[in-house]
């Protein structure tokens, strides 16, 4: 049974806030009135009314960033400020926010898959709250390797460039360097994804009803 609370809606692209201005926004919600949850739409125009913004595409892609941003801030333990700041203000169109995060961060890794603590696994592409309990619990009785990673539900396509197995790294990556991690990631998002991407815009009202999108991370904890 589904736990009921309360929830709003933000309406994307209709002002110009930037992302981080609607992410810390939302992080206030959860923070001060402990919002069930906040839920994103991209801006449709009814009408070409002088009034209203200027027509233009929904903008679905930025819709979607939102709502990966908004799942790290609920479950992965970030804050705002770590995916966004004055400088970086927007989502990236090419990387999901855990993978622009990580590589923007690349001094915190490889992370030692045997020793990280549960929070650090959090941090890692690929691994979520699923993966990364199956991780430590598996550990307590033998070391992993990649090839248990993909047993336990990590998706190695991601996690691949950020983590080590016993100090060794994922045998296909040949090179921890910025560039060619980016370079992968970003050819999967255009694999995975067809980008641009076409979203389909969740409601308000699926709350009692949570989206494919929803379930499959939640039962494979793939972000």
């Given at each position: ?122 941090r890692i592409p690929g691994i979520g709250v699923i993966s990364a309990?199956?991780i430590i619990r598996a550990r307590r009785t033998f070391n992993l ?79």
């Amino acid at each position: 049974m589904f736990q009921l609370g309360q929830t709003t809606q933000l309406i994307v692209g209709a002002t110009p806030e930037t992302d981080l201005k609607i992410l810390r926004l939302s992080e206030g919600l959860y923070n001060k009135y402990k919002l069930k949850r906040v839920y994103y739409s991209a801006y449709i125009p009814v009408n070409n009314d002088e009034n209203l913004p200027a027509a233009s595409p929904p903008p679905l892609l930025r819709e979607n960033r939102l709502y990966q941003a908004d799942w790290l801030l609920r479950f992965y333990g970030f804050k705002s400020e770590e995916l966004l700041n004055e400088n970086h203000q927007n989502f990236n169109n090419l990387l999901d926010p855990k993978c622009d995060w990580a590589l923007r961060n690349l001094d915190k890794f490889p992370i030692e898959i045997n020793t990280a603590d549960y929070f650090t696994l959090l941090r890692i592409p690929g691994i979520g709250v699923i993966s990364a309990k199956r991780i430590i619990r598996a550990r307590r009785t033998f070391n992993l390797n990649h090839d248990e990673l993909k047993k336990l539900g990590v998706v190695m396509k991601r996690a691949r460039y950020f983590i080590t197995c016993g100090g060794k790294y994922y045998e296909h990556v040949k090179y921890f360097r910025e560039g060619f991690i980016t370079e992968n990631l970003v050819s999967l998002e255009r694999r995975n994804y067809k980008l641009p991407i076409n979203h389909i815009q969740m409601s308000l009202f699926d709350l009692l009803t949570p989206s494919k999108e929803d379930r499959v991370k939640c039962l494979t904890g793939s972000i």
